[in-house]
């Protein structure tokens, strides 16, 4: 009898020991990395390679995975598709820059009702389909930014200037020209005398520039508010032998741009650093999906903390200046 109670206390044992060798017991299971889903506006487009950057950095800080994708080209119909794919995969959080600020919506509830943490940057989706937007600047700062810099190239800050958007449907390219026009009166010299859009494409940007300065042949600034667009500006400017007398400005990357300023075809010009706005949403995203709480300040690593208002929206700063004395130097960096 001793025998078995022996041998049946060896064999609870050995079950026992058996169970500790599993990672579930002395070496607990790592848990799994969240994944964000980062999308942009379009892939190919310099300023979001920037941001993908930005993002991967901020992954490497918190062990975090990202999943940087986007349409080929800048529609609401091809970022929908694109989200539908991140929901199947069941990520943990979305971050999205939106074509439109309505259509992708109803997706992106699919995502919220599924526990995906949704935020959007840079371009904002309508506040019932994400939890918080981070803008890259204030709309007001970026509109008074751009205009001064139309002032300040005109001659002795007086005439006519022409703006180069993205799509009519650009949630911030719209609310930059709303802040433009709200900019104006301070500048009594400056007329703006239209406004066109080239989708954020290339060649349609191109196209559209040129025709605006064949319409306009006293036009004294061109501005783009568009990365893609402020490039074919000043390409546009140049093929037409205007280098000089019209000038280009408005927000666009320094590494597109650096050969346009020293040729002179833009004097200077704006942005914020996309990539520590790839950081910082990433660092919003992630922490959010794990548990943080949106209406308190957010943690973005190097880049501080955010406040997030009654609207859902938080900002970081004024954008930059790039001139002929700093362009080289950030033109190493985006």
Same mark, same amino acid.
């Given at each position: 009898?001793?025998?078995?109670?022996?041998?049946?206390?060896?064999?609870?044992?050995?079950?026992?020991?058996?169970?500790?060798?599993?990672?579930?017991?002395?070496?607990?299971?790592?848990?799994?990395?969240?994944?964000?889903?980062?999308?942009?506006?379009?892939?190919?487009?310099?300023?979001?390679?920037?941001?993908?950057?930005?993002?991967?950095?901020?992954?490497?800080?918190?062990?975090?995975?990202?999943?940087?994708?986007?349409?080929?080209?800048?529609?609401?119909?091809?970022?929908?598709?694109?989200?539908?794919?991140?929901?199947?995969?069941?990520?943990?959080?979305?971050?999205?820059?939106?074509?439109?600020?309505?259509?992708?919506?109803?997706?992106?509830?699919?995502?919220?009702?599924?526990?995906?943490?949704?935020?959007?940057?840079?371009?904002?989706?309508?506040?019932?389909?994400?939890?918080?937007?981070?803008?890259?600047?204030?709309?007001?700062?970026?509109?008074?930014? $751009? @205009?001064?810099?139309? #002032?300040?190239?005109? /001659?002795?800050?007086? =005439?006519?200037?022409?703006?180069?958007? &993205? +799509?009519?449907?650009?949630?911030?390219?719209?609310?930059?020209?709303?802040?433009?026009?709200?900019?104006?009166?301070?500048?009594?010299?400056?007329?703006?005398?239209?406004?066109?859009?080239?989708?954020?494409?290339?060649?349609?940007?191109?196209?559209?520039?040129?025709?605006?300065?064949?319409?306009?042949?006293?036009?004294?600034?061109?501005?783009?508010?568009?990365?893609?667009?402020?490039?074919?500006?000043?390409?546009?400017?140049?093929?037409?032998?205007?280098?000089?007398?019209?000038?280009?400005?408005?927000?666009?990357?320094?590494?597109?741009?650096?050969?346009?300023?020293?040729?002179? $075809? @833009?004097?200077?010009? #704006?942005?914020?650093? /996309?990539?520590?706005? =790839?950081?910082?949403?990433?660092?919003? &995203? +992630?922490?959010?999906?794990?548990?943080?709480?949106?209406?308190?300040?957010?943690?973005?690593?190097?880049?501080?903390?955010?406040?997030?208002?009654?609207?859902?929206?938080?900002?970081?700063?004024?954008?930059?200046?790039?001139?002929?004395?700093?362009?080289?130097?950030?033109?190493?960096?985006?």
């Amino acid at each position: 009898m001793k025998k078995f109670v022996v041998a049946a206390a060896c064999a609870v044992l050995a079950v026992a020991l058996a169970g500790c060798g599993k990672k579930t017991g002395g070496e607990p299971e790592k848990p799994a990395r969240t994944r964000v889903g980062l999308v942009a506006k379009s892939l190919g487009n310099g300023f979001f390679d920037a941001v993908h950057k930005g993002a991967d950095e901020a992954a490497k800080e918190l062990d975090a995975e990202v999943i940087f994708t986007g349409p080929t080209t800048p529609t609401a119909e091809g970022q929908i598709e694109v989200l539908s794919a991140l929901i199947a995969q069941r990520v943990d959080a979305i971050a999205v820059s939106a074509n439109d600020p309505d259509a992708l919506v109803p997706t992106l509830k699919k995502a919220l009702d599924r526990g995906i943490k949704v935020v959007s940057y840079d371009s904002a989706v309508a506040a019932e389909g994400r939890i918080a937007h981070l803008a890259p600047s204030s709309d007001q700062l970026i509109g008074e930014t $751009v @205009v001064a810099l139309a #002032a300040e190239l005109a /001659p002795g800050g007086k =005439g006519k200037f022409a703006v180069v958007s &993205a +799509t009519p449907t650009s949630t911030n390219q719209n609310s930059w020209l709303a802040e433009m026009r709200k900019a104006l009166p301070k500048y009594p010299g400056l007329e703006m005398i239209a406004v066109v859009y080239g989708d954020d494409v290339s060649d349609k940007s191109y196209r559209e520039a040129t025709a605006v300065l064949q319409q306009h042949p006293d036009l004294a600034v061109l501005v783009s508010i568009s990365s893609v667009g402020i490039v074919a500006s000043a390409r546009a400017v140049e093929d037409k032998g205007l280098t000089g007398r019209v000038k280009v400005t408005g927000l666009g990357l320094p590494s597109e741009l650096i050969g346009y300023v020293e040729k002179g $075809v @833009v004097p200077k010009f #704006a942005i914020w650093n /996309p990539v520590d706005l =790839g950081y910082s949403i990433t660092q919003i &995203a +992630t922490r959010l999906a794990r548990g943080e709480d949106p209406h308190k300040p957010v943690y973005m690593g190097r880049m501080g903390t955010v406040t997030f208002g009654a609207d859902g929206v938080g900002a970081m700063s004024k954008p930059f200046i790039y001139d002929i004395n700093n362009v080289g130097q950030y033109a190493k960096m985006f």
